[in-house]
């Protein structure tokens, strides 16, 4: 059977390949960990891919600012219906419709037992963690593609209870893979609760799924800050207030709207791409966002920081960045006895409560994200629209199943 998928190319560069049906042995390719060559996945299941979603995390990829190999399929925000079960499924039935969470757990491990999905230790050779289509994560193949295999299935996929029900709101449910629970993981982490003031540092999809999920939570005011002001225009479209960062230092303008210049809590949904603030906003400082909630989260405040941040950065200005080490005034934090949140969210933890809330009609992240439905075949335009900071959260259809 045929299989077309979305793969990368080099740096700006995806395409439309022609790749393998998913089997239930591990096999050779771009970016597949040697140790994993030949890993048998009777607990697995392979889906036909209902909804795939383009991340920000993909485009660091993309950009060439990470160590992906050419070729690497991509994507790890996948939705689908199972077409074949292996030997050892018990659970998951041939035409459930399902959530898989980006990142791949065995359910065995240590960490998977306590509930620290993001880092677990038998999926990734080379470090606890896993993801599909994602660079230095175990090799596992991505799902921008027309079919995927998902490893341990009876443990990693979420069923969605009523399929039809799901159709409905399918753009509201392709968002569990990821961007909805990481953003929801840095609310909490930013320690958000009822009446609480907040900053989110990054108006990107996962950046507005943050917003949506500090209101979910029931905070008081939601400020959201970034450089692009159609992004910002959609963080007001559903009740955010906004600062353009480019206009200064944030501290400033969230005094105009609070009265004070500091918030409850602080979220970074920028990673370490981050640009500085003011007549610095055009240049790279991957430190900025760090740096700027230390200082605008109040003293024993928390910070979430689902925003990606790389442990290998051949793009970046300088060799210390190159290798993830930044320039933090760390010991601000430290006087000012900050929390710090960071790494994988554990998607697990969270993804059956957000359903919920979407299917009874509790939250919009369809709309406040602005999904967007295209083609498999329109990924490359989709990705190029992307870089260029369009107010989008791209879903590819790589069957023609969701409707208009």
């Known amino acids: 059977m045929s299989n077309k998928a979305i793969s990368y190319a080099g740096p700006g560069k995806v395409e439309v390949i022609d790749t393998e049906y998913p089997d239930f042995v591990l096999k050779d390719g771009p970016g597949v960990n040697?140790?994993?060559?030949?890993?048998?996945?009777?607990?697995?299941?392979?889906?036909?891919?209902?909804?795939t979603n383009i991340c920000g995390s993909d485009q660091h990829m993309v950009r060439g600012?990470?160590?992906?190999?050419?070729?690497?399929?991509?994507?790890h925000e996948i939705t689908g219906e199972v077409v074949e079960v292996g030997r050892d499924v018990e659970f998951v039935k041939v035409g459930d419709l399902v959530s898989v969470p980006f990142n791949i757990s065995c359910g065995r491990c240590r960490n998977c037992k306590a509930g620290q999905t993001g880092i677990c230790l038998?999926?990734?050779?080379d470090r606890p963690g896993s993801a599909y289509g994602y660079v230095d994560m175990g090799g596992w193949v991505g799902g921008q593609a027309e079919y995927v295999l998902v490893p341990y299935a009876d443990w990693n996929v979420l069923k969605f209870p009523d399929k039809d029900q799901a159709m409905e709101k399918i753009l509201d449910l392709t968002m569990l893979s990821d961007i909805f629970p990481t953003g929801f993981h840095g609310a909490v982490g930013a320690g958000v609760e009822v009446g609480s003031t907040v900053y989110v540092a990054g108006a990107g999809p996962v950046g507005i799924a943050a917003a949506t999920s500090a209101h979910l939570l029931g905070a008081?005011?939601?400020?959201?800050?970034?450089?692009?002001?159609?992004?910002?225009?959609?963080?007001?479209?559903?009740?955010c207030e906004?600062?353009?960062?480019s206009k200064g230092d944030p501290k400033d303008q969230i005094e105009q709207i609070l009265g004070v210049p500091e918030v409850d809590c602080g979220i970074d949904a920028v990673g370490f791409e981050a640009r500085g603030h003011g007549k610095d906003a055009t240049t790279e400082a991957p430190a900025t966002v760090l740096n700027s909630l230390m200082d605008i989260t109040r003293a024993g405040g928390s910070l979430g920081i689902p925003g990606l941040y790389v442990t290998g950065d051949p793009g970046a200005a300088d060799k210390a960045a190159q290798e993830g080490s930044l320039?933090?005034?760390?010991?601000?934090?430290?006087?000012?006895?900050?929390?710090?949140?960071?790494?994988?969210?554990?998607?697990?933890?969270?993804?059956?409560?957000?359903?919920?809330?979407?299917?009874?009609?509790?939250?919009?992240?369809?709309?406040?994200?602005?999904?967007?439905?295209i083609s498999l075949e329109d990924a490359p335009q989709g990705y190029a629209e992307f870089d260029s900071g369009v107010a989008k959260k791209f879903v590819l259809d790589p069957h023609g199943l969701i409707k208009a």
């Open 242 to 245: 906004t600062v353009d960062v």
């Open 122 to 125: 038998n999926v990734n050779p």
């Open 327 to 373: 320039s933090m005034r760390f010991g601000l934090g430290f006087a000012k006895s900050h929390t710090f949140v960071t790494g994988q969210c554990p998607v697990m933890k969270y993804n059956r409560s957000l359903m919920q809330a979407i299917l009874h009609d509790k939250v919009s992240i369809a709309k406040n994200v602005n999904a967007t439905t």
């Open 65 to 75: 600012r990470t160590t992906a190999p050419e070729g690497l399929v991509l994507g």
């Open 220 to 239: 008081a005011v939601v400020i959201v800050g970034d450089l692009n002001e159609d992004r910002l225009a959609q963080a007001r479209s559903f009740g």
């Open 34 to 51: 040697p140790a994993n060559v030949g890993r048998r996945v009777d607990h697995g299941v392979i889906l036909k891919t209902v909804a």
